[in-house]
């Protein structure tokens, strides 16, 4: 990418290193290739094009690719709730849901059906509520994140959609946060919740590996034309702690490998509309090395 210059607005930057053009709602049209700042929502989760989310289903296999955007999507668990209250708090500055009052502790009378099927949001409890507002204090009194999330150059909820160069697959991706650094870099952030502990240096990196969030910093960095990829990571218990982090070359590097080969072969998939599950032949399994030698047999 090439270094924007120190005058340079956000936007001027995006308008330049991103494919196609910056445009506003109002110019939405499925399979069109550029980036827009103030896409709703919903209309990007049903546009055309393939996202981060469903092309790490192609590592376990195209089939279970395929059941990913084709099912119906399942509710969220309750600490999707919470992470997608708090990311709406943050980056939106807005609530987008409902309490639910301490007086209906459940849905077993009709009084409390009632209240429930009135309402438009998601539905929290006051536990959850409070949790909620707590990482949004933790945040906001955090020097680091509240620089990165509140500074002027930059724009919340970028969408982006353009055609993976080897396959002409269209892609598309829709960022946290779009900033710019102190030595004029364009950054990714991305916003994640996890529980008790799970933002320590170690467990996070187990986390990467787990949920593939390597070939979403790579996904990302591609799809803007950006330098870095920032994780604010944010634990939903008290106290509420908060980590940092960039993703390094190399990991970069193993996410991009990974990534390319998926839509390489999803293309394929697409082109010959067969969708493989796992290996119908019968293999031998051993136990891991890590195991074995936990147990003193290596």
């Known amino acids: 990418m090439k270094a ?10 995006l ?12 110019d939405w049209q499925p399979e069109r290739t550029g980036l827009w700042l103030d896409l ?16 790490k289903f192609m590592a376990i296999s195209p089939a279970h690719y395929r059941h990913y955007v084709t099912a119906p999507p399942e509710l969220p668990t309750p600490a999707q709730r919470i992470g997608t209250a708090v990311h709406d708090a943050v980056l939106l500055g807005r609530k987008e849901y409902a309490v639910r009052p301490d007086y209906f502790p459940d849905y077993r009378t009709k009084a409390a059906q009632q209240w429930r099927d009135q309402q438009l ?6 536990e959850e ?21 509140r500074n002027r150059t930059g724009a919340n909820e970028v969408s982006v959609f353009w055609k993976h160069p080897s396959t002409e697959l269209l892609l598309k991706a829709r960022a946290d946060r779009i900033t710019m650094d102190d030595a004029n870099r364009m950054v990714v952030i991305d916003l994640k919740t996890c529980g008790e502990g799970d933002a320590m240096p170690d467990t996070f990196a187990r986390e990467m590996a787990k949920w593939h969030y390597h070939r979403q910093a790579a996904f990302y960095l591609d799809a803007f034309g950006a330098s870095l990829f920032v994780f604010i990571v944010i ?3 008290p106290p509420f702690g908060i980590a940092t982090y960039y993703v390094e070359e190399d990991t970069l590097s193993l996410g991009r490998a990974h990534n390319q080969a998926d839509l390489i072969r999803l293309a ?24 074995l030698k936990k147990e003193g047999w290596k």
């Not at 709703?40 to 989760?45: E, G, K, Q």
């Not at 949001?121 to 006051?126: F, K, V």
């Not at 010959?272 to 032949?281: H, V």
């Open 15 to 26: 308008a330049v290193v991103v494919p196609g053009k910056l445009a506003t709602s109002e």
């Open 235 to 237: 634990e939903t218990t």
């Open 40 to 55: 709703p929502a919903d209309v990007y989760r049903t546009a055309p094009g393939v996202c981060q989310s469903a092309l």
């Open 121 to 126: 949001a998601p539905i929290l409890t006051e």
């Open 129 to 149: 509520d409070q949790r909620v507002n707590g990482m949004c204090a933790a945040i906001a009194s955090h020097p680091l994140a509240r620089a990165m999330l």
């Open 4 to 13: 924007p210059a120190p005058n340079q607005t956000l936007c001027e930057v």
């Open 268 to 291: 394929q998939c697409i082109r010959t509309d067969t969708w493989p599950g796992y290996p119908d032949t019968l293999r031998e399994l051993s136990l891991p090395d890590w195991f």
